[in-house]
């Protein structure tokens, strides 16, 4: 588990370096600097939560194993922080995208993360089910299977560039769309992986995560609908 937290850290310092140095807003997301500052602190808490209880809830009912308790998920974290952040900006009433300039932060972040898990091998319980195909990886065991960590990796390294590009081009466009566009493939890509992990279903053939994919999905199209709608007005 070492070098899974080797590739967290990692994670987070070149995802802190690109908010910090690279991907800069013309002008503040929020005006108010208190309120900025509460923003920030809603985001990272929400983040948080998000990441804990989505994953034990994974752990609890997909898992046949005593040995973990909490469990940890990328994919709570992002919905945690958007669930804090929605709630945040309905009680302040903040119009508008406000988490353009984390987008490439987290396209990243998931990227170099997975690999950790990719490394991290069975003790992770990030691996894929069983395959006979050219892309079974045998993770110590005996047996091939999926690495879906690197399928999730390289399909966020991909949304990077794609976003580093419509930064480069269309700097307005990149403001109001790319956060719920990141939510939308990130949640479809994610969604389609599960059905390549050994979790156990809850409903439909669905596992916990897949459900979460699915409010994802919903959520990104309504406001990439709705911002869509306001900026042809």
């Not at 602190?41 to 898992?63: D, E």
């Not at 308790?69 to 952040?85: F, H, P």
């Not at 390289?154 to 769309?177: G, H, P, Q, V």
């Amino acid at each position: 588990m070492f070098l899974h937290l080797l590739f967290d850290l990692l994670a987070y310092v070149i995802g802190t370096l690109l908010l910090w140095k690279v991907f800069k807003p013309s002008r503040p997301t929020i005006e108010d600097e208190n309120l900025r500052y509460a923003y920030y602190t809603v985001v990272i808490a929400g983040a948080f939560f998000g990441a804990f209880i989505v994953g034990s809830l994974n752990t609890l009912v997909s898992l046949d194993s005593s040995n973990i308790i909490i469990g940890k998920s990328i994919l709570g974290a992002i919905v945690g922080g958007v669930v804090a952040v929605e709630s945040f900006k309905k009680i302040m009433k903040i119009k508008g995208s406000t988490g353009a300039y984390f987008v490439p932060s987290l396209a990243v972040g998931v990227a170099i993360g997975r690999i950790g898990c990719f490394v991290s091998g069975l003790e992770d319980y990030t691996y894929g089910v069983e395959t006979n195909s050219i892309l079974g990886y045998d993770f110590g065991d005996g047996i091939l299977r999926h690495p879906v960590q690197l399928y999730e990796s390289l399909t966020m390294a991909l949304f990077f560039f794609y976003a580093l590009f419509i930064y480069r081009k269309k700097r307005d466009y990149f403001e109001k769309f790319i956060f719920y566009q990141f939510i939308l493939v990130y949640s479809i890509q994610r969604f389609v992986w599960e059905f390549l992990k050994p979790y156990e279903s809850v409903a439909f053939g669905l596992n916990v995560f897949q459900f979460i994919c699915l409010g994802l999905v919903v959520y990104a199209i309504y406001f990439l609908s709705r911002v869509r709608l306001l900026s042809h007005q």
